[in-house]
Structures are given as structure tokens and as C-alpha cells.
């Protein structure tokens, strides 16, 4: 999952794209409009939203029981369900069952989870062939690119970029790529062949639900339906926290997750599987002969039980995503990791450790948005400080900030040091700053003087003119601006 | 939610936790917090030794100089039991939500930081929720609008209160904000070590700003204050950013 670019390389490279600031920045106000639309129309989102934290905590606090019996219903049903403590074991799993089988050809259906374990690639490598289904994804698979958001993957991209890549990479004409429709009808031709031939389909799976061992998948395109269907064998790859205990809890999560998401009411397509095609008296007539379930979880367990248990409860809505003002300027690459933005920033170090990604709970300011979005009232901002602690502990981060906040904190207990730490640096700034303002610091302070000017500070601290204040008592105050 | 001072009777009398930031860099912020207080009955005390409340190094993550700063910050506090009225809704939030869980290993200090978090206010919260005042009697002129600083906003949720009292500020116009609860970028350490991203985020605020043909922005928080204005000086900008004490204050 690491990235060979350092974080801020990566932060100026999406500076420094216009398209895509443009493009994100327009995709994601739109989303926040959305939500806000969705959930006014629900007579009372905010219990709602209480009432889906309550039934993630229930599922998290007792997830060795939810998943046990999860397991046992999938294999009730016929189905197969094995554990994969790492992402080795996932992809190795699909790769053997499907040389095992003599499968060529897979369809995939949009998984953020696969994207985790670098499935496709484990894939390829074996010299199969795997074909992306849902739009973006597919657009993301022709251009060798990585989803830059949970739930809209090419949230990064322009009409025009896709039409130059159909035109690249699929031989699409000037008329397949004249407008948005002529586009989508351009894709779907191509891949209702792929569905037609492939020996197996790979999907991820929203929720699993423990009582019955029903797999719930969501899409807006029905490229999910298919792949879920027609070929022959279906594996679905689980984080193991998508557990939910009981249907009629499936029943408040999708009344969120779409609302969260997209603004939708429901997602276009909610299909709910329950283990593979039945064969016998009473016969489906569709649907795989056999059904995998493969309960991924590659760092998760490690995290149940500890401070950031809660990131857990996510049901990947992408909503902090939409509402954080870091997100919208910098885009999901930048993040360098599968999981962009702020649930990204807790749960990408949290299942892969701060050695590579100390810098991720760093890039937030703190503002508290994606908290106040989270349909299951995750606190992001809660966990992005206890991660900077830890950073800190483990000795991740500039020396700088530690040699100098230990500094602060040695005059800071001292009042009087303090004080006359703080007139020494006045004096020094005084000697710099023209007009009131500095614009130019030295050191890691440069930073703030690239965008900004700094405040010269204050002639006469207010703790210097409340005494004088006392002594003269009720002399006028001047209260020049900022 | 806390329960608001709860004796009933309105404090004739709170102690002016004045934060860092005010002391050395402005001020005038706190003297007209001051201003505004006593104007209503209310006295105010400035407790000796006080510092810094270690927000900046707990948001760093640098949890030991934070408990170090914390535990000062609440034996200033504590000699007295009056309410503490804050001028910053980030040092409010800082005091009121995490010096119980930063100190909660040490019973002593978490014990005080308790009692000091059910009496301590923002400065807007307090003329409005405790004193029951939305009309300070101010007066002042141009186009004014209000950028909802994160933490007020979030944490102590800080939003109606200096929105109704500026709306009993005479002979100024009220514009409107866009996207006026959306994070400035300043973020402590963050403007620092991800200058590049809070410089981005600062220039929406500052074409939001510049977009609702206002002369003064005004804030609860010096921090955010800081943040915008010195943003706008870089652009040249004629707007500027005032305290909310200091717009309650001119009269």
C-alpha cells in the first residue's frame, strides 16, 4: 500500500493540478449538497444516526460471535467461507481456486477491500485475466490509475479525460465518446462480453449479515447484479468488520449509507445474497454454482479492542470524505493510501502502522467536519490526535516541532520565564517586522510566511496593561482591530 | 450537554483565562473582553501565572508537554472558584473536552479538571447562555460578516451566540459568508507543517471573504484571526478581522 512519493510530494503534485482541484472541488460540494437534502428528508436522521452507531458497536463488540456464526450460515446455505489473516492469503486463495477450476476470465465489481490486498495485480501475475465493471474502475483499470475516493473513483477526472482514454486504450471513435450517454452505452458494450465469457466474478461486500450469512452489495450500475450472477463462481471478498448482526439492522445502515453517500435514498441496485444458486425440487434459475466468502482481515483484528476500535464502525460512505476541507483541496492520491481522507488518515495507519504512514494523521486540521458527517458519528478527529501521540512516542515526525514544543512546555510552567521569554522574542521580532507584520520567518516558521504574514507582537503584553489598568483603574482602552 | 452555571444567580464576578495568543500578539482582544464584561456588572479577575493551556502540543501529539501545561494551567485555575470566561473557543474546547482525558491517570488533576470544565465558558457563550445578554449596547459601521471558527463551532457549538449578538450591533450591515463553517486551515502546527494544503484552504476562505463584499470579518478565535488576517494582508486586501469582544466593545 506504501507510495514511492513522500506525503508532501504528493500534496504538491495535486496543488499544482488546476483539473483536478477543479474536478474535486465541484464533485465533492455537490455530494455535500446532496446529503444534506437526502437526510432532511427523513423525519428524524439524527436518531437514525444514533441508532446506527449502536447496531456497529453491538456488531464490533462482539464480532468473534458475529462472525462465527456468519460463517456457520454461509456453509448452511451452501456457500464457502474461509479466513484470510493477511492480504498473501486473500489473493492466494482466489488465484488457486481459480486455476483450480481452469478459470481464464474474471469480472470484478467495485471493492475497496480488493483494492487493499492489490488483488488485480496477485491476479495478473498469475497470467489470468480480470476486467473492472463498474464505470469508474474500469476507466481507472485502462488508465493504470488508483481510485482516488472511496465511492466515486474518478471523482479526480473530467468527461474529457475518460473520452481520451476510450479513444487511447479502447479504440472508441469520435462519436462513441460525443456525450456522457454515447460514453456509458461505448462501455457497457464492451463489457457485456466480458461478463458473458468470464469463469468467475469477484465483488466486495457492504455488509454481511450474521443471522442469515446474506451478503448485501451495493451499486448504481447493475454491474454488481451481473457480476454476482452470471458466471459460474462468485467470490466475495469481506473486510470482517462489514458484519452486521440482523437484517432488520441492514435496515437502518442502508437508510444511511446511500443518504451519506450519494444523496440517494437507496442505492440504484441493493442485491442480497443468500449462499449459491439452489439446485433440486425448488431450482433457481440463476446465480454462481458456487459461492466463496472470503473474510479478509489484514490488520483488523489488532485494532478491535484498542483506542481506535471505533474507526471500525465505518461503513465506507465516503461522507468526511465530501466535507473534509483537506480532502477537497488535495484530492485521494495525495493520501498515498487505498483509504483516502480522514477515515483513510485513521484507518490506513491503524491496520498498516505509523512507520510508513506517520504523516496521514498530520493532514488534518483538526476541524472536526468529518465527525460531524459520519453517519455512524465516528470521532475522526478523536483518533487522528491519539495517532499523533503515538507518532510522537514512537519518535515519527520533525525534530523541530519536538525540541521546540518541549521548549515551550519547559517556560510555559514557569510564569515568569515565560514572560520573559515572551518580551525577548517581542524585542526580536520588533526588529523585523515593518508596518506591524513580519513576512518573512526564518526556519521551519517559513511555512506560515509562504501564504501569510505573521503579527508582530504586542508592544505591551495584556497582562502588562491589565496591572497598569488596576493601578490607573478605569482608564479607557483602545481596542485597535486584530 | 453541561449545565450552565448552576446556581441560577448570574455571576456578578469570573476569572479571564486570557490565552497566549491575546496576551502576547493581542491584547486589545482581551481588554475589551474585559470591557464588555464589566459593562454588563460583570467583575473581572485576571488570575497571576497564567500561560499557555498546551493545546498547541497536544494537537501535536506531544501528550507529555500538554499534561505538563495542562496541569499548570489548572492550578492557576483552581485557587478560586469562580467561572472562567475564555475570549477563544480552541482554548475553551482545549479546557473543557480534553484536560479530563489528558490528566485522566492522575486523580488529583483529573478531578480538577473536571471542576474546572463545568465552569468554564467562551466568551460568546457566556454573555448569551449565562448572562442571558444579546444586546451589549454596541455600536459600529460597514459591512460586516462571520467566519464560525472550527472548534467554537464543533466542539462547544459556538454558532448562534455571536450571530445574535451581532445582530444587536447598531449601524453595521450584516453580508453573509459562504461556506462560513468551513475550516480556515489554520489548524495550529498544521499552517506550519502542511503550509502548502492550510495555504490552499486559506485562499477559499479568503475568496469567500472577498466574495461577500465585507470590510470586517469577524471571529471568536485570535488563532483563526490570525490566520485570515494575515492572509489578507498578503493579498493586499483592505478587509480586516476583528475579536467579536472588540466589535462588542466600540460603542
Known amino acids: 500500500m506504501t507510495s514511492p512519493l513522500p506525503f508532501h510530494r504528493r500534496v504538491e503534485q495535486a496543488l499544482g493540478n488546476q483539473q483536478l482541484r477543479g474536478a474535486i472541488g465541484r464533485a465533492t460540494a455537490r455530494k455535500v449538497e446532496g446529503r444534506l437534502a437526502a437526510l432532511a428528508g427523513l423525519a428524524d436522521a439524527d436518531r437514525l444516526r444514533d441508532e446506527g452507531r449502536r447496531i456497529r458497536a453491538n456488531a464490533l463488540g462482539r464480532l468473534d460471535e458475529q462472525l462465527t456464526r456468519f460463517v456457520e450460515q454461509v456453509e448452511r446455505h451452501g456457500g464457502t467461507a474461509v479466513w484470510a489473516p493477511d492480504a498473501d492469503h486473500a489473493v492466494r486463495y482466489l488465484v488457486d481456486l481459480a486455476r483450480a477450476r481452469g478459470v481464464k476470465s474474471i469480472v470484478k465489481s467495485k471493492s475497496m477491500v480488493t483494492e487493499e490486498i492489490e488483488l488485480n495485480r496477485a491476479i495478473e501475475a498469475a497470467g489470468l485475466r480480470v476486467v473492472e465493471t463498474d464505470l469508474g474502475e474500469y476507466v481507472i483499470q485502462l488508465d493504470h490509475d488508483h481510485p482516488s475516493h472511496i465511492v466515486a473513483p474518478i471523482i479526480h477526472k473530467t468527461r474529457q479525460d475518460i473520452a481520451a482514454t476510450f479513444k487511447r486504450e479502447v479504440g472508441a471513435t469520435d462519436a462513441d465518446v460525443a456525450d456522457i450517454p454515447s460514453m456509458t452505452a461505448f462501455a457497457r458494450r464492451k463489457l457485456r462480453q466480458d461478463f458473458l465469457t468470464a469463469g468467475m466474478g469477484v465483488s466486495g461486500v457492504n455488509f454481511g449479515i450474521a443471522e442469515t450469512g446474506t451478503l448485501c452489495i451495493c451499486t448504481n450500475e447493475g454491474n454488481g447484479r451481473l457480476t454476482t450472477t452470471v458466471p459460474r463462481i462468485h467470490v466475495a471478498f469481506m473486510g470482517i468488520e462489514r458484519i452486521l448482526p440482523t437484517l432488520a439492522d441492514l435496515g437502518i445502515m442502508l437508510q444511511l449509507l446511500a443518504r451519506s453517500s450519494t444523496g440517494q435514498k437507496l442505492t440504484a441496485y441493493t442485491n442480497l445474497l443468500t449462499g449459491p444458486r439452489r439446485p433440486g425440487l425448488d431450482a433457481e434459475s440463476d446465480g454462481p454454482d458456487e459461492l466463496h466468502v472470503v473474510l479478509v482481515d489484514n490488520g483488523r483484528s489488532h485494532v478491535l479492542g484498542s483506542e481506535l476500535a471505533e474507526i471500525l464502525y465505518c461503513i465506507r460512505c465516503g461522507a468526511c470524505l465530501n466535507a473534509c476541507p483537506v480532502y477537497r483541496q488535495i484530492g485521494g492520491h495525495a493520501y498515498g493510501s487505498v483509504y483516502p481522507g480522514p477515515v483513510g488518515a485513521v484507518f490506513t495507519p491503524a491496520i498498516g502502522g505509523l512507520a510508513d504512514w506517520s504523516d496521514l494523521p498530520h493532514a488534518s486540521s483538526l476541524c472536526g467536519a468529518c465527525r460531524e458527517v459520519c453517519p455512524v458519528r465516528i470521532d475522526i478527529p478523536r483518533m487522528l490526535l491519539a495517532l499523533r501521540a503515538r507518532a510522537a512516542t514512537e519518535g515519527h515526525g520533525p525534530w523541530w516541532a519536538r525540541v521546540g514544543l518541549r521548549a515551550y512546555r519547559f517556560t510555559a510552567v514557569r510564569p515568569t520565564l515565560f514572560r520573559l521569554a515572551g518580551r525577548l522574542t517581542a524585542r526580536a521580532t520588533s526588529l523585523v517586522a515593518r508596518d506591524g507584520r513580519i513576512s518573512k520567518l526564518p526556519g521551519p516558521l517559513a511555512g506560515w510566511t509562504r501564504y501569510r504574514e505573521f503579527p508582530a507582537m504586542a508592544p505591551r503584553t495584556f497582562q502588562e496593561q491589565w496591572k497598569g489598568r488596576r493601578q490607573e483603574s478605569g482608564s479607557g482602552i483602545s481596542s485597535a482591530g486584530l | ?251
Open chain 2, 1 to 251: 450537554m453541561r449545565l450552565l452555571y448552576p446556581s441560577r444567580v448570574k455571576p456578578r464576578s469570573v476569572q479571564l483565562l486570557v490565552t497566549c495568543l491575546i496576551d502576547h500578539f493581542f491584547p486589545q482582544t482581551g481588554l475589551a473582553a474585559v470591557e464588555v464584561l464589566e459593562r454588563h456588572g460583570v467583575s473581572v479577575t485576571c488570575p497571576a501565572g497564567q500561560t499557555c493551556c498546551g493545546q498547541p502540543a497536544f494537537n501535536a501529539g506531544s501528550w507529555n508537554d500538554a499534561r505538563a501545561m495542562a496541569r499548570h494551567t489548572l492550578d492557576v485555575l483552581s485557587k478560586d472558584e469562580r467561572p472562567i470566561v475564555v475570549p477563544s473557543g480552541s482554548c475553551a474546547d482545549m479546557v473543557l473536552h480534553h484536560y479530563e482525558t489528558l490528566l485522566a491517570a492522575e486523580p488529583a488533576y483529573a478531578k480538577k479538571a473536571h471542576d474546572v470544565a463545568s465552569r468554564t465558558y467562551e466568551f460568546s457563550q457566556f454573555l448569551v447562555d449565562v448572562l442571558g445578554i444579546t444586546d451589549t449596547g454596541a455600536t459600529g459601521t460597514g459591512r460586516v460578516t462571520y467566519h464560525a471558527a472550527c472548534h467554537g463551532l464543533r466542539g462547544l457549538g459556538v454558532d448562534r451566540q455571536p450571530r445574535a449578538l451581532l445582530e444587536h450591533v447598531r449601524g453595521i450591515e450584516r453580508c453573509p459568508l459562504r461556506d462560513a463553517d468551513v475550516c480556515c486551515g489554520f489548524g495550529g502546527l498544521f499552517a506550519v507543517k502542511m503550509a502548502d494544503i492550510s495555504g490552499a484552504m486559506l485562499a477559499a476562505k479568503l475568496d469567500a471573504i472577498e466574495e461577500s463584499r465585507a470590510d470586517t470579518v469577524v471571529v471568536t478565535d485570535v488563532s483563526c484571526g490570525m490566520h485570515v488576517q494575515g492572509g489578507l494582508e498578503r493579498r493586499g486586501s483592505r478587509v480586516r478581522v476583528r475579536h467579536l469582544a472588540e466589535v462588542l466593545a466600540s460603542r
